[in-house]
């Protein structure tokens, strides 16, 4: 089946615009979450969605926030962007049912520049 | 505050030895961990997990260690192949959060 989705792939903004990235998770899969990662400092959570709710959010400012459709698709999206927000943006997902024991599975990313 | 670590950002095996990459967490909490390769622009792809319950899962080369009184786990990849060169991550779950380490950076040498 269809793995994790993202789109686009690679983007250019400049600073203080607003983007919107894309992610279509595996079918069946009602869990989303979305992480940033940026050169030496791993995967930082940004938020999960579960049937459409936000059920964790991780230490970022008001700046990010997501959402995510009946059909299980997400987007996030940042406005006023700055320089440091360059960064590949992941997003995963998993079927998460239950609390522990599930995997979650990753898309190719958004590599986003902020220029 | 880092709660999952991995104090090694690099490591360089030759090819056919062992590969030992290694994990430390501060949150007892954490009841299942996982181990996520990742090439230059894909994303990160699943590789193996473990249970809090268990010491040890094994799946073909690769075999995870779980030593939950040090809150230590490790990734071990034998015998090493050049494929396997790549940026490493542990991740642990606790509840609804999965926390991810800064990765370790493996080169294996043909």
């Known amino acids: 089946k269809a793995g994790v989705t993202q789109t686009p792939r690679y983007l250019i903004k400049t600073r203080g615009q607003q983007v919107t990235l894309s992610c279509s998770p595996i079918?069946?899969?009602?869990?989303v979450s979305w992480y940033q990662q940026t050169p030496g400092q791993g995967l930082q959570f940004l938020f999960e969605?579960?049937?459409?709710?936000?059920?964790n959010k991780g230490n970022f400012p008001g700046r990010f926030s997501g959402r995510q459709f009946s059909n299980s698709r997400s987007e996030m999206n940042v406005s006023t962007l700055e320089l440091g927000d360059s960064a590949l943006y992941l997003c995963?997902?998993?079927?998460?049912?239950?609390?522990?024991?599930?995997?979650?599975?990753f898309g190719e990313g958004s590599w986003l520049t902020v220029v | 505050d880092q709660q999952v670590k991995q104090n090694s950002p690099s490591l360089s095996v030759q090819e056919g030895r062992i590969s030992i990459l290694n994990c430390d967490y501060t949150?007892?909490?954490?009841?299942?961990f996982l181990w996520y390769k990742k090439y230059p622009a894909e994303g990160p792809t699943f590789l193996i997990s473990?249970?809090?319950?268990?010491d040890k899962n094994e799946d073909g080369r690769f075999t995870v260690f779980l030593n939950k009184s040090a809150k230590h786990l490790s990734l071990h990849i034998v015998p090493s192949q050049p494929g396997d060169s790549a940026v490493y991550f542990c991740a642990a779950l606790a509840s609804q959060n999965f926390v991810f380490g800064p990765g370790t950076r493996l080169s294996v040498l043909p």
């Open positions: 079918s069946g899969h009602r869990s």
């Open positions: 949150n007892s909490m954490f009841d299942y």
């Open positions: 995963a997902s998993s079927l998460r049912d239950s609390y522990s024991g599930n995997t979650i599975y």
């Open positions: 969605y579960f049937s459409e709710t936000q059920r």
């Open positions: 473990i249970s809090s319950i268990k």
